[in-house]
């Protein structure tokens, strides 16, 4: 399962968001596929791939205290054009 994870965070956190993720190598049961940032506006932004929401829900939950997290489940477009709901059937 695909989910966009958005981690907004507090200038003065930096430092620490810095530090945490440097020593970070993996989450749990969750695979990093990109990971993008926009430090102007700490916002940090990952596509990761996990079993189910709850799971990846659970990885990023330890990073509450240094910002907000939003999960958003996503799904490739390409697998939405080539579906039946295309077509509304």
Request: aromatic share 8%; hydrophobic share 40%; no cysteine.
């Amino acid at each position: 399962m695909l989910s966009m994870v958005i981690f907004t965070f507090k200038p003065e956190n930096m430092g620490q968001v810095l530090k945490r993720r440097s020593e970070e190598d993996s989450i749990f049961d969750v695979r990093n596929i990109g990971e993008w940032s926009s430090i102007e506006t700490g916002r940090v932004f990952r596509l990761v791939e996990g079993g189910n929401l709850e799971t990846t829900l659970e990885a990023f939950r330890t990073w509450g205290h240094l910002g907000k997290i939003e999960v958003v489940s996503v799904k490739r477009v390409e697998g939405l054009m080539a579906s039946d709901q295309l077509n509304g059937t």
